[in-house]
């Protein structure tokens, strides 16, 4: 994204806050591009957790994407929604588009994992203009727009995360609730260097079944979740693995876990059989700061360093 650009807004998903959205769009504006803001971006029906009918929410996003001004798709918020507009889209029309940026996350998960399947672009999962660390009254928090506006440049990028996840030695004490750290005792190497896919637990689990199931092979697979307890986290887990989700992974880099109790006794079990490096600890997700990471783009994991890094490169992981 560079200056002079135009930059389009809309609601995939739950309804924006007016206030919040106007605060992100003039933000945007700062950065020296043009704002285009969907025409039912606002909207509302009876469904209240939904911006306007799936029919609105998907004419929006199809003509910001398939407008030829346009080099860049902000979202203005997760919730839920995105999932129900997939089968309205027309892949054929936003594949002759070209390539471009789409920007969100949490329930834009959908997206990335769709644009994944059927564009092979490179998507960024990062903060949206409607919601906390980006439209904040005090302004956006200061490592999330520096790791976000980094990442819109195209800039090279890095994300620390706290440790390798590793199942403790036996007999040891555990590390304490809610830490990620523990003695490495299985085949966790690295560094590993792969296509990064994945985004929301939740989302990515609610899509086995269907058309736009994940299968991450080859892949770098990040996770993040809010809110879900930890038999939650293992039953969606345990869900993926049973679909294949995971087959052939080259490793695993765990973001927050907000409001998720202490998930790595269940991430252990789940993510280490699978012999691959599970990086945990990344500040991406719906926590603070929230750094930004290219999705379709390739990345490694450094097991030295306890990181994720990459730059922006379109990479075709569908098939």
Not at 158 to 179: I, Y
Not at 218 to 229: C, M, P, Q, T
Not at 282 to 311: F, K, M, R
Request: hydrophobic share 40%.
């Amino acid at each position: 994204m560079r200056p002079g650009d135009t930059v389009a807004v809309v609601s995939p998903s739950g309804p924006p806050d007016a206030v919040r959205l106007a605060r992100g769009v003039a933000l945007l504006e700062g950065l020296g591009v043009r704002v285009v803001v969907g025409a039912h971006t606002m909207a509302r029906q009876d469904l209240p957790y939904l911006a306007g009918s799936d029919a609105a929410r998907a004419a929006d996003l199809q003509a910001a994407w398939c407008d030829p001004a346009v080099t860049t798709v902000f979202c203005t918020r997760g919730g839920y929604g995105a999932a129900r507009v997939l089968d309205l889209l027309d892949w054929n029309a936003m594949r002759a588009a070209g390539p471009k940026t789409l920007v969100g996350s949490s329930d834009v998960t959908a997206l990335h994992q769709a644009f994944r399947a059927e564009l092979g672009v490179a998507t960024l999962h990062g903060p949206m203009p409607a919601c906390t660390t980006f439209s904040d009254e005090g302004g956006p928090e200061p490592a999330t727009w520096a790791s976000l506006t980094g990442a819109l440049k195209g800039e090279p990028w890095s994300v620390a995360g706290t440790s390798m996840l590793s199942r403790p030695l036996p007999g040891a004490a555990g590390p304490p609730a809610g830490s990620a750290t523990g003695q490495v005792t299985g085949p966790v190497t690295g560094p590993v260097t792969g296509p990064i896919a994945g985004g929301n637990l939740s989302v990515l689990a609610s899509l086995c079944g269907t058309r736009w199931q994940p299968r991450f092979t080859g892949n770098i697979v990040f996770l993040e979740d809010v809110g879900e307890a930890p038999y939650r986290v293992d039953r969606m887990l345990t869900q993926l693995l049973r679909a294949g989700a995971f087959q052939g992974v080259l490793g695993f880099a765990l973001g927050s876990w907000e409001e998720c109790g202490d998930p790595y006794p269940v991430l252990r079990e789940r993510l280490l059989p699978l012999g691959v490096p599970v990086l945990a600890g990344l500040p991406v997700g719906h926590g603070t700061p929230q750094l930004s990471i290219w999705l379709g783009a390739l990345g490694a994991i450094d097991t030295e360093s306890c990181s994720l890094a990459g730059q922006f490169s379109d990479v075709d992981t569908a098939r």
